[in-house]
């Protein structure tokens, strides 16, 4: 750029450059976290665009999984060009993020769970980024599809808050053929602990009891994950990987 060329304004980029007409064009998935976040804030400075501006706030915070633990108006105001607007508007945004439980999402009868892939894809995105450990049960019919989902505890995983009492409760109200257990791990280890498998082993055995087959257990953490079936942590859950 020569000494007489002004920079290039945002309003001046071509179409498919701009997130919003991006994201009409080809759809949210295909936008970056950037240009997400910067649809959110609208409007740069003077000085930058509302991309650089976008890109800026997520590199300060190292990465948006840790920007959206921002619960404070006052620190996200920290950073130059989040004025009272913007930032109110990301703590909004952060905090539906937070409230849609993997419970409340509506299952399709027709779909039915034929590997562990289908159940991270279904309830990482809201797991991964927890920073506690949240345990959950998801109940299954007789075709191996998704009934309904519980939360059954949050903190520190142990026998004294998953009881088995409590997860065959939940699943013989569900009327519910077999069950998938489902936790994530904060610090992004996806290998089962001796907590993990001892407290299976106690579900697994208590479904022989109410004849409610246990078909999985799976580890999310960060990008990862484990199942337990895969690793032969589970035995005879053969329907569940080749029900497809």
């Known amino acids: ?85 913007k930032a109110a508007t990301l703590l909004a945004a952060f905090e539906i993020a937070r409230r849609v439980k993997p419970d409340d999402r509506y299952e399709d009868p027709n779909v039915r769970v034929t ?16 920073m506690v450990e949240k345990f959950y049960v998801i109940a299954l019919n007789a075709a191996n599809s998704i009934i309904s989902t519980k939360l059954i505890s949050s903190g520190h995983l142990d026998a004294s808050v998953v009881h088995p009492r409590e997860i065959f409760k939940f699943a013989i109200e569900c009327s519910a053929k077999s069950i998938i257990l489902l936790h994530n791990h904060p610090s992004g280890n996806t290998e089962p602990s001796k907590a993990d498998i001892s407290i299976t082993d106690r579900i697994v055995k208590g479904g022989h009891i109410f004849s409610i087959k246990v078909l999985d257990h799976i580890i999310i953490a960060g990008n990862g994950f484990s199942s337990f079936v895969e690793r032969g942590l589970i035995a005879d ?5 080749s029900n497809g």
Request: avoid cysteine; hydrophobic fraction near 35%; proline fraction near 4%.
């Open 115 to 130: 590997s562990p892939e289908y159940i991270v894809n279904k309830f990482s995105s809201e797991l991964k980024t927890e």
């Open 1 to 85: 750029m020569s000494e007489n060329e002004e920079p290039l304004k945002f309003r001046d980029f071509p179409a498919d450059d701009k997130p919003r007409e991006k994201l009409l064009k080809y759809g949210a998935d295909k936008l970056s976290e950037s240009e997400l976040l910067a649809i959110l804030i609208r409007t740069g400075t003077k000085n930058k665009s509302v991309l650089d501006l976008a890109r800026g706030l997520i590199l300060e915070h190292k990465n948006l999984t840790i920007l959206s633990q921002v619960r404070s108006a006052q620190k996200l105001r920290e950073h130059k060009g989040i004025g009272a607007d």
């Open 237 to 241: 859950t053969q329907e569940y990987l």
